[in-house]
Structure formats: structure tokens, C-alpha cells
């Protein structure tokens, strides 16, 4: 815990100064320089994007269900699309169940990955 303290601390100092400004170099991978922080980013986001994608499906469907008039074949397809959000949503929350599974269960923390420290002689 104590490590984790540390760095927070000396961030929030002000000593260190970042240039945002600064382009990606051969050394950084599309302005990461760490592997760990990249996927944990790219996880993130595509959880983000299927969230966002969950709610207009249901809204979409609600929508349509709303719209149907009583026509049996509109409310027979919004449901179909409700229950294909829900279902897509399920999906997700195993997925990500299993991603946080997979990394308590091999000890990963993609915040400690990356190091400032040369790895090597």
C-alpha cells in the first residue's frame, strides 16, 4: 500500500511537469509507454462503448415497441431487440467479470507493470 502512497504523492506535489504538447516518439507505442497501460485503456473503452451501445439498443427497441400501434410483427421485433440488448449486456458484465477474475487470479496489476527503471544490465 505504502508504494502506492508514494507516487500519488510526489504527483500531486507539483514537482513533476508533463509537456501534453509533445509528440509520440519511436519509444512510446501511440503515446504509451507501457504495454499494461494500453490494454488496460483499450478494456476500458471497449466496455465503455458496449455500455453505450446497450442503452440505444434498449432505448431503440423501446422505441419501436412504443411506436408499434399494437401491430404484432413491430412488437414481436422490439422485443426480439430488448432481449438481444439485455442478452448483449449479460455478455459483458461475464466478460468483464472474467477479465477482473483473470488478473486477481494471476496477481496482475497493469499499474505496477510499467516501471521508470531500466529492466537489464
Same mark, same amino acid.
Given at each position: 500500500?505504502?508504494?502506492?502512497?508514494?507516487?500519488?504523492?510526489?504527483?500531486?506535489?507539483?514537482t513533476t511537469e508533463v509537456d501534453i504538447e509533445t509528440p509520440a516518439t519511436?519509444?512510446?507505442?501511440?503515446?504509451?509507454?507501457?504495454?499494461?497501460?494500453?490494454?488496460?485503456?483499450?478494456?476500458?473503452?471497449?466496455?465503455?462503448? $458496449?455500455?453505450?451501445?446497450?442503452? *440505444?439498443? #434498449?432505448?431503440?427497441? =423501446? !422505441? /419501436?415497441?412504443?411506436?408499434?400501434?399494437?401491430?404484432?410483427?413491430?412488437v414481436e421485433g422490439a422485443s426480439k431487440r430488448i432481449t438481444s440488448a439485455l442478452i448483449g449486456l449479460a455478455i459483458v458484465?461475464? $466478460?468483464?467479470?472474467?477479465?477482473? *477474475?483473470? #488478473?486477481?487470479?494471476? =496477481? !496482475? /496489476?497493469?499499474?505496477?507493470?510499467?516501471?521508470?527503471?531500466?529492466?537489464?544490465?
Amino acid at each position: 500500500m505504502m508504494n502506492l502512497i508514494i507516487p500519488l504523492v510526489h504527483a500531486a506535489s507539483g514537482t513533476t511537469e508533463v509537456d501534453i504538447e509533445t509528440p509520440a516518439t519511436a519509444g512510446n507505442f501511440f503515446g504509451f509507454t507501457c504495454i499494461g497501460n494500453f490494454v488496460s485503456n483499450i478494456v476500458s473503452m471497449a466496455f465503455i462503448i $458496449s455500455g453505450i451501445a446497450f442503452f *440505444l439498443i #434498449l432505448v431503440w427497441g =423501446g !422505441i /419501436d415497441w412504443l411506436t408499434s400501434g399494437g401491430d404484432k410483427a413491430k412488437v414481436e421485433g422490439a422485443s426480439k431487440r430488448i432481449t438481444s440488448a439485455l442478452i448483449g449486456l449479460a455478455i459483458v458484465a461475464a $466478460s468483464f467479470a472474467i477479465y477482473k *477474475l483473470v #488478473l486477481d487470479f494471476f =496477481g !496482475i /496489476d497493469l499499474s505496477k507493470i510499467c516501471t521508470t527503471t531500466p529492466v537489464g544490465p
